[in-house]
Each structure stands twice: as structure tokens, then as C-alpha cells.
């Protein structure tokens, strides 16, 4: 089991940037994914990116190079660098860890962007 906190969102204005943060409960160098997803009012959960244990990274087609995703194996933290924040990127933003047989999601952070 892994128990995951999402931290670091918040209200900027279109053009601004939020740093997310996803902090672990155990050791995050063997867990086979982990990422970020978002939730719009109104709109199915999407995937925003992941990054599996070996470093790939993912990101959904319409992140286009303004977001990074990163982790940070020692603080057992992924981060989430989102830049160019536009209104439609207003959403809850879930960490979550896929462990093979069952996958784990934070409480969410809200993001929330002001045109």
C-alpha cells in the first residue's frame, strides 16, 4: 500500500505557473507508474502525464511541452511543473501510483486558473 498527499495547487492567473507535489507514504523506486491525473467540473477524469520506475514519461497530447513531470526518488515525491496555465486547465489534480495489481490516488489538489 501506498498513501499519497497532494500539495501545491492553488489560484494563478492565466500565463502563471504551479509546482505540484505528490509525497509518498514508502519508497518510490520500484512502483511501476506514477503520474498525475485532472478532473474538470463537469468532465471526465484525464491523464495530465506519468513516469514509470525507469524514468519514461508520458504526457497527454494536449499537455504540448507546457508541463513536466518529475520525481524525486530520495523524498519518495513526483512533481508536476505546470507552466503557460491556461483557464481550461482548471481542474482537481490526482497523484497516483499504479503497483502493478492495484493503483492508489491522493485526495487531490485543486488547480485553478483565472482568466
Known amino acids: 500500500q501506498v498513501q499519497l498527499v497532494e500539495s501545491g495547487g492553488g489560484l494563478v492567473q492565466a500565463g502563471g505557473s504551479l509546482r505540484l507535489s505528490c509525497a509518498a507514504s514508502?519508497?518510490?523506486?520500484?512502483?511501476?507508474?506514477m503520474g498525475w491525473d485532472r478532473q474538470a467540473p463537469g468532465k471526465q477524469r484525464e491523464l495530465v502525464a506519468f513516469i514509470t520506475w525507469g524514468g519514461s514519461i508520458k504526457y497527454a497530447d494536449w499537455v504540448k511541452g507546457r508541463f513536466t513531470i518529475s520525481r524525486d526518488n530520495a523524498k519518495n515525491t513526483v512533481y508536476l511543473q505546470m507552466n503557460s496555465l491556461k483557464a481550461e486547465d482548471t481542474a482537481v489534480y490526482y497523484c497516483?501510483?499504479?503497483?502493478?495489481?492495484?493503483?492508489?490516488w491522493g485526495q487531490g489538489t485543486q488547480v485553478t486558473v483565472s482568466s
Open positions: 514508502r519508497s518510490i523506486s520500484s512502483i511501476n507508474y
Open positions: 497516483n501510483a499504479d503497483m502493478g495489481l492495484t493503483g492508489y
